[in-house]
């Protein structure tokens, strides 16, 4: 038994570096993009009235939102699982071996998945904003814990379109020059706002 909880910690240390590394791997271009980014501006909701409109919403951010808190509580819940399981076993309450090693890799299955899908979200557009003088786009996202995010670029930065049917894509990847990856705009999901300048965004005024 000793052995066998001697072999549980050390997985547990070994599992939290190696889930610190893939962390810090996955989002080190995005916190790299906002740090570049990050502008001291004013709170939101007075900043988007004086200096930036909406021009385009995904319809379901909200829900998006929700989904990616759940996902949260459900690997909290996991871990939870996991380590009172290895607190039984250690106190004899149980000598269920198989139960203790389903506990664990439930565990680490949650705390995969958490990651691809959390990856995966904070790329999506949830909205995104032109400032009034046609220089700027704020674009609003989710990060890790599912709370909004806003990152400023300048229109030059934004990589414009190759070709009009791009535009067609269920999944509109919106590149920018200081950024490595990209992030997702759910076209047929999303409404414009403002036709006109979202084009312009795009270097799509001609299409």
Known sequence: MNRLLFMNKSF???????????RTSVFKNQENLINKTR?????PNSLYKNE????????????????????????GFSFLFALGSIIAFEMDFTQ?????????????????????????????VGRLYMS????????SHLNFLGKRRDIIVKVEDIQGLNSVSELKETFFKLKMNNMDGFMYMILPYCQVLNKEAFLKILKASNY
């Not at 547990?12 to 893939?22: A, F, G, S």
């Not at 691809?116 to 790329?123: A, D, E, F, Y």
């Not at 009034?132 to 674009?139: E, F, N, S, T």
Request: hydrophobic share 50%; with cysteine; charged share 20%.
């Open 12 to 22: 547990y240390q070994t599992l939290h570096v190696n889930l610190r590394r893939l």
């Open 39 to 43: 502008n001291t501006a004013p709170k």
């Open 52 to 75: 930036f409109e909406c021009i385009l919403q995904f319809r379901y951010i909200k829900h998006l939102r929700l989904a990616s808190r759940l996902k949260l509580y459900q690997t």
């Open 96 to 124: 269920n071996t198989n139960a203790l090693i389903s506990a664990n890799l439930c565990m680490v299955f949650a705390l995969i998945m958490l990651l691809i899908i959390s990856k995966q979200i904070i790329r999506i």
């Open 132 to 139: 009034k003088d046609g220089k700027k786009v704020l674009i």
